[in-house]
């Protein structure tokens, strides 16, 4: 990849015109942002040998198999870190009948784990808001990496889909870099990182409920469990520790493994097959929150809760959990939330959650520029 002078907004405008498939990020704590073009389209494909698709971008669904998007030409260009208030506290106007439902639907979740249906189950809500006449995506996409330095940062359009995604997720769920090592992620836990007055708080001043502790507790149980499916026992464990992402802050975990040492090349893929999808967007067991999920929820969550990112470029690959994301359809945006149900959870509580996610990405989208 080299750095050139192409004009990205002008790629994004001919690829509905021309039936290309695209992808555009920032890697989290870096400044450097890619542009991947697929003229063929993106195809459908399997996940189950990532090290045979060769160079490009992967994008899974919640549910179903992903689409793969092949680097036919790759551009690369810094930053230009628009400045953006990092305080701003966005009123989100409350959709009283909206509220009632998904309220209703936690309700009737945590009945379902007292009765032993499942320990905890994620569900999501959607929030559709009209874009503003002057919407700029790859202003947006400015915004956001300027915003969320610690995020991935990407967007991506499929000719399969006729719509855009946009999302600034703090999730890794698999990823090995180019010395061998592999890295997933436990999240889970929500709060706000924002005080009354809107100032950005210091991850020692969090406080942690029950309830939060043991929504992440649920995650890392998750991946433990994975590894021993494939008898995996050297691994390196850190956390949980309170991280700041965005304007929210998360308990998190990271588990480090050398595939060199292990002899162990195909582990990603392995991984990817028995996290996706994980606790942490989908409950514990995992096949009765999905069916309760499939059930319950009455939009289609389509990309959002799958996962996105670049494969097998410079030997690395790092895919990310689509999270704090939009769909942008006909003027239209479409922000997805959601949250982890236990039997200790709050309906009102779990609203205001899936409120703030929202603001992680409207606060952004609706900026001045």
């Known amino acids: 990849m080299s750095e050139v002078n192409t004009d990205w907004k002008e790629i994004w ?46 994008v899974g669904p919640f549910v179903g198999q992903p689409y793969f998007l092949k680097a036919s030409a790759l551009f690369v260009k810094s930053a230009a870190n628009p400045a953006i208030n990092q305080t701003t506290v966005l009123q989100i106007p409350e959709d009283v009948t909206l509220k009632n439902q998904f309220k209703e639907q936690v309700s009737q979740s945590i009945e379902q784990i007292k009765i032993g249906q499942f320990q905890k189950v994620v569900l999501s809500r959607i929030d559709v808001q009209t874009l503003e ?21 990407s967007a991506i359009y499929l000719p399969d889909l006729q719509n855009i995604w946009l999302c600034a997720t703090p999730e890794t769920l698999v990823s090995q870099d180019s010395d061998g090592i592999f890295r997933t992620i436990s999240l889970a836990g929500t709060q706000s990182g924002l005080d009354s007055n809107g ?37 390196i464990e850190n956390g949980p520790k309170t991280v700041l992402a965005g304007n929210l802050m998360h308990l998190k975990t990271e588990y480090l493994v050398s595939t ?38 009455k939009h289609d969550r389509s990309l959002y809760s799958g996962y996105l990112g670049p494969i097998n470029l410079d030997s690395e690959t790092h895919l990310f959990v689509n ?42 989208i609706n900026a001045s520029l």
Request: charged share 25%.
């Open 13 to 58: 405008k001919q690829a509905p015109l021309q039936g290309t498939a695209l992808a555009m990020w920032r890697l989290p704590n870096q400044s450097q942002q890619v542009l991947l073009q697929d003229t063929g389209g993106g195809i459908r494909t399997e996940a189950d040998q990532l090290e045979q698709l060769g160079p490009g971008f992967l």
């Open 133 to 153: 006449s002057d919407f700029d995506l790859c202003d947006a996409f400015e915004r956001l990496c300027s915003s969320y330095p610690t995020a991935f940062v």
């Open 199 to 235: 100032h950005v708080l210091a991850p020692s001043e969090a406080r942690w409920s029950q309830k939060e502790i043991e929504e992440q507790a649920y995650v890392s149980r998750y991946i433990i469990d994975c590894f021993k499916k494939i008898r995996l026992r050297e691994y």
């Open 260 to 297: 060199r040492e292990l002899t162990y090349p195909h582990l990603i893929t392995q991984m990817l097959g028995l996290l996706h999808p994980t606790s942490a967007v989908c409950g514990t067991p995992k096949e009765a929150a999905l069916d309760w999920i499939l059930q319950t929820e």
């Open 323 to 364: 999270l704090r994301t939009v769909q942008i359809s006909h003027g239209k945006a479409t922000y997805f939330a959601g949250c982890g149900i236990t039997e200790d959870s709050d309906p009102e509580k779990e609203w205001q959650e899936t409120q703030m996610k929202c603001q992680t990405l409207q606060r952004v």
